[in-house]
Structures are given as structure tokens and as C-alpha cells.
């Protein structure tokens, strides 16, 4: 696995490692730690030995003393308890030349489980995941969530509680609940500041849902959620600086420099979509006009598609029109890709990353319109940038908007913790049952 992703407080908190100093209680002056410091110790420990598990799975616990630095006793102490608390497993894998298999170690993936709920104007989408992000429960609930932030809350906490009755998880495996959205968030404060997709304005949605379902629970921007997803277990597993870009009815932008999201000042970066193009040209539905989205976004698309047909067309016949080589369709589709291919090579030219990964439901209009998109990647990017960039178009599922904001509670329990806030890590997750939540 690669490495994980972790925050600007986690990287913050990364102490010079220090075995000694872990083992005896002492800094490296000496001076006795005191309790607090000596827990935080153990934490940051015991997550550098998870990342190292993940990367490195199976490992063996010599294996991790000598790349730690740690000193055998203390891994074997960590182990032991991450261990007992479900978190790692041991394996054997028979060596080549025969003999006693070693006894290795990797992630329990049942030793936990996460929810990640994806909120949309008409409804949302739930899964529940492994701590591999692998989903082992899904479903959908329609419900107008525009103007409504109340029916929101209800949802949610009605959806997270039938996805984990129907997965038959126990609440005491239950890591918390992350929900992605589209608008500004404010992640650190759990407070959706602006959505004009959901007609939302400083709408608070953690605090509520804590009390609610009695569970930690986080929230970011869906392209964020994504790009995380992309980094614990997608495209992204060896990439310190890369961007994902969601295609569709938006067209969004996930940003990850030195392995962290960059959100911004406020919440609001990667609306690539909504970055002015064309001034005084089509109406975008941010409210203003000659917007990127509203040039190239399927529903840009379609209209155009169906002005040239003289009649409406849908998405599910814009796609079938696409595979059928429909001279009109193909003819629309590639001068979109051509205007969105500047655009995001005007982007890597300005971010320079080391990958670009395409992904939405809009990658299902195929060649026609993503091959533009990577020729302009290419061709227009400042000082060839763009023929080193790895790019890579992924699969699309329904699910995967949900699915990323699941990883953002894998991220934030594996996170390097800080002196405050600790107990969300997964080591800390309670050892008996949960009391049952009200419904």
C-alpha cells in the first residue's frame, strides 16, 4: 500500500523518532516525560507501525523494528495490543526454501468499518467499508435535500443506521461516519459555509450528528473526499502532489500537495468549473455566467447535442449516441473536451503535479471526449510538463462518491494524532459494545 495521507496538523505532529526515549520514558535530554506526553508517545508509535504495516503488508515484527528504529520490546508491546484490539493479524507465508513459514503481520480489515454517505440534491448514497475501503454494504435514499438541511440531518442519521443493521456490523466496530458535498465546507468545524447545489448557507452538520448517532463524524468537500479515496486505496498510492478531476454535471477538482488535501483559506479550492471562461456566456447554475461547468458539463453538452437534433435528449441516449459515432454527438463532444483540455492543462501548468486522475460519471462519454482532454495535457502544458505527468481514467462506479467520504474516516483514524485530540485514532475506539442509540 502507499503511503497515507496525512493533514498539515499531522504532519505537525511527527516527532523525531526517538526508541530510547519510548522505551524508558525520557526525552532525548533526559527530562522524564510526563503522562500525557508519554501516551502521546505510544499513539505516535503505535500509528507509525500501522502506516508501516499498510505500506509494507505482511511485515514482520523484526522487520519493523529495524525500519522504525524502534526497539524490539516496544514493538512487540505495540504489536501485542494493536493485536488484542483487532487492529493487525498475524499470518504465515511459507517461505521459498521451505522450513517454519514466518510469522508476519497485516491489517485485520474486519477490525473495523467505516460509513461514507455522499449527499446530493434528490437524495444521498451510503456504504459501509472495511478498513480497506472495501464497500460490504450499500444503498440509496431519495429525498429532496434542496432548501432542507433538517431533512438532511434525518436522512443521515436514518440512512447510517439501516446501512449498518442490513451490513451487521456491531457498533462497537463502528469508526464514525464521513459525508462528502459539494460547496464550501469547513472541515475543521464541521459547518457546510455555502452550497449553491444544495441552496445551503452556514448550515452545521457534525455537532448534530454526533448527538444524533453518538459516533465521530467528519465532513469535507466531495472532490476532497475523492482524492483521499485516491490515496488510501486507488490511483494515487505512490503519488505525493497529484490532482483528481471529476467530470459530469460539474467539473471539480481534487488537489493533494505532499500528500495532503489543499482545501484553501475557506473551504472553497478546486472549483476548476467555475472558473470564468467565456465571459457574458451561458448562465452557470453558481449564478454566474460563462463558467467552465457551463460549457463542458453534460448538461452543457446535452443541450448543445439537442439543439442540433431538434429535441431533448437524455443522458442515457447521449452516451448511446456517443458509442453509435453520431456525427453531431462526436463533433460536440470533442470540442468540449478540446475547451476542458486547456483548462486543465492551464491547471498542471500552475500545480505541476505528478499525476492527474480523471474520474465522475462523465468519463462514460469515452474517447470522444477524454482523448482531447489528455492530447491538450500533453501538447499545452508549459515546458513539456505535461508529457511527464502520469494520467490515469478510472472506472466509475455510483458508489465512489460515497466510498471517498468513507476513506476520510479511515484517514482521520489512522492520522498521526495530536496532543488533543487522540481519541479518534483507531486504537482508541472502545473495547466493549456502544450503548444502543435511540431511533
Not at 22 to 41: F, I, K, M, N, V
Not at 218 to 224: K, S, V
Amino acid at each position: 500500500m502507499g503511503q497515507k495521507t496525512l493533514s498539515d496538523r499531522e504532519v505537525r505532529a511527527r516527532p523525531a523518532r526517538e526508541p530510547a526515549a519510548a522505551a524508558h520514558g525520557a526525552a532525548s535530554d533526559g527530562t522524564p516525560l510526563r503522562r500525557g506526553s508519554r501516551e502521546l508517545l505510544r499513539d505516535l508509535n503505535s500509528s507509525l507501525l500501522i502506516e508501516m504495516v499498510r505500506e509494507s503488508r505482511p511485515i514482520s515484527r523484526a522487520q519493523l523494528a529495524r525500519q522504525s528504529g524502534l526497539s524490539a520490546p516496544t514493538v512487540s508491546t505495540i504489536v501485542g495490543r494493536l493485536i488484542e484490539r483487532g487492529i493487525l493479524v498475524e499470518v504465515a507465508i511459507a517461505p521459498a526454501n521451505g522450513g517454519r513459514p514466518p510469522v508476519l503481520l497485516d491489517i485485520n480489515s474486519t477490525g473495523g468499518y467505516v460509513v461514507g454517505i455522499k449527499l446530493r440534491g434528490d437524495g444521498l448514497t451510503t456504504v459501509v467499508c472495511d478498513l480497506d475501503a472495501h464497500v460490504v454494504a450499500t444503498s440509496e435514499s431519495s429525498v429532496s435535500l434542496v432548501n432542507d438541511p433538517a431533512a438532511a440531518l434525518q436522512a443521515i442519521s436514518t440512512a447510517t443506521r439501516d446501512a449498518l443493521r442490513r451490513a451487521g456490523v456491531p457498533r462497537s466496530k463502528v469508526l464514525g461516519v464521513g459525508i462528502g458535498l459539494s460547496g464550501v465546507i469547513d472541515s475543521e468545524a464541521g459547518v457546510c459555509r455555502f452550497s449553491h447545489l444544495l441552496r445551503w448557507r452556514d448550515v452545521e452538520l457534525v455537532k448534530p450528528l454526533r448527538r444524533s448517532l453518538r459516533l465521530p463524524v467528519w465532513i469535507d468537500h466531495d472532490m476532497n473526499c475523492l482524492a483521499i479515496a485516491e490515496k488510501w486505496a486507488g490511483d494515487a498510492l505512490a503519488y505525493r502532489d497529484f490532482v483528481t478531476l471529476s467530470v459530469g454535471r460539474g467539473i471539480g477538482l481534487g488537489i493533494v500537495i505532499d500528500r495532503s488535501p489543499y482545501r484553501g483559506a475557506t473551504g472553497s479550492s478546486g472549483e476548476l468549473g467555475h472558473m470564468i471562461v467565456e465571459p457574458g456566456g451561458p448562465a452557470c447554475e453558481c449564478g454566474r455566467f460563462g463558467c467552465l461547468e457551463a460549457l463542458v458539463g453534460e448538461d452543457a453538452i446535452r443541450r448543445r447535442v439537442g439543439e442540433r437534433h431538434g429535441r431533448e435528449i437524455t443522458r442515457d441516449e447521449l452516451i448511446e449516441l456517443a458509442g453509435q459515432e453520431d456525427e453531431v454527438t462526436i463533433e460536440v463532444l470533442e470540442a468540449a473536451g478540446r475547451k476542458l483540455g486547456l483548462a486543465v492543462a492551464n491547471m498542471l501548468t500552475l500545480l505541476n503535479p505528478e499525476a492527474l486522475i480523471i474520474c465522475g460519471e462523465g468519463t462514460d462519454l469515452g474517447a470522444p471526449y477524454l482523448d482531447p482532454v489528455v492530447t491538450a495535457v500533453r501538447e499545452q502544458t508549459f515546458a513539456d510538463q505535461g508529457r511527464q505527468v502520469a494520467v490515469k481514467i478510472q472506472s466509475w462506479g455510483d458508489e465512489a462518491w460515497a466510498v471517498g467520504a468513507a476513506t476520510l474516516v479511515l484517514r482521520e483514524s489512522f492520522s498521526l494524532p495530536a496532543p488533543d485530540d487522540a481519541g479518534s485514532a483507531i486504537w482508541h475506539r472502545p473495547e466493549t459494545p456502544l450503548p444502543p442509540v435511540r431511533a
